[in-house]
T-cell receptor, first 116, second 114 residues
Framework: AQTVTQSQPEMSVQEAETVTLSCTYD???????LFWYKQPPSRQMILVIR??????QNATENRFSVNFQKAAKSFSLKISDSQLGDAAMYFC?????????????FGKGTLLTVNP | GAGVSQSPSNKVTEKGKDVELRCDPI?????LYWYRQSLGQGLEFLIY????????KSGLPSDRFSAERTGGSVSTLTIQRTQQEDSAVYLC????????????FGNGTRLTVT
């Protein structure tokens, strides 16, 4: 079974600074998807960024980028120029690309605080 | 367009009562998921519906939990004889298909069992 580990229960960053959230995962599969979701107090899970394992290039979405290290099974999220609206719970998630490829496995989350 | 809609937003119930949680997915999305988020925990998979196929109920924690999806659209998660450990946020998500399409989540229902 796949597992996702987020080793940082809480992180804080100053507004306009850069922060990196860590995520590691365990799988025997070679093809899969990785995601970062943001959960603000509204509770809605919002997709931040997605990475396909067969792509070597790291995904980027505006101020959000990932460092995907397939051999190390590491998938960290970098938030540049942090804004107050980035404060939320961030979840790393894994999904197989074949077979039972509909289940998302989530980490326990990292609570990000942005200080003005 | 409208996103995934869940109701009620919050539900307080007494131990032993039955509750029904509703999810209205995005129109055209064939896949529908229920997840449970307990305090301080990640999301736990409960059940998955895909079109007219038999649902994957492997994540349901006990036989007190059941779910149905009528007409391939709206889904209801039912918890019978609620227990305090059922207190959690129940999140519904839908996606266009079961593959690479991302999941779109609703705002969840916060269930409190007293």
């Amino acid at each position: 079974a796949q597992t996702v580990t987020q080793s940082q229960p809480e992180m804080s960053v100053q507004e306009a600074e850069t922060v990196t959230l860590s995520c590691t995962y365990d799988t025997s599969e070679s093809d899969y998807y990785l995601f970062w979701y943001k959960q603000p107090p509204s509770r809605q899970m919002i997709l931040v960024i997605r990475q396909e394992a067969y792509k070597q290039q790291n995904a980027t979405e505006n101020r959000f980028s990932v460092n995907f290290q397939k051999a190390a099974k590491s998938f960290s999220l970098k938030i540049s120029d942090s804004q107050l609206g980035d404060a939320a719970m961030y979840f790393c998630a894994y999904k197989n690309s074949g077979g039972s490829n509909y289940k998302l496995t989530f980490g326990k989350g990292t609570l990000l605080t942005v200080n003005p | 367009g409208a996103g995934v809609s869940q109701s009620p937003s919050n539900k307080v119930t007494e131990k032993g009562k039955d509750v029904e949680l509703r999810c209205d997915p995005i129109s055209g999305h064939t896949a529908l998921y229920w997840y449970r988020q307990s305090l301080g925990q990640g999301l736990e998979f409960l059940i998955y519906f895909q079109g007219n196929s038999a649902p994957d109920k492997s994540g349901l924690p006990s036989d007190r939990f059941s779910a149905e999806r009528t007409g391939g659209s709206v889904s209801t998660l039912t918890i019978q004889r609620t227990q305090q450990e059922d207190s959690a946020v129940y999140l519904c998500a839908s996606s266009y298909d079961r593959g690479r399409s991302p999941l779109h989540f609703g705002n969840g229902t916060r269930l409190t069992v007293t």
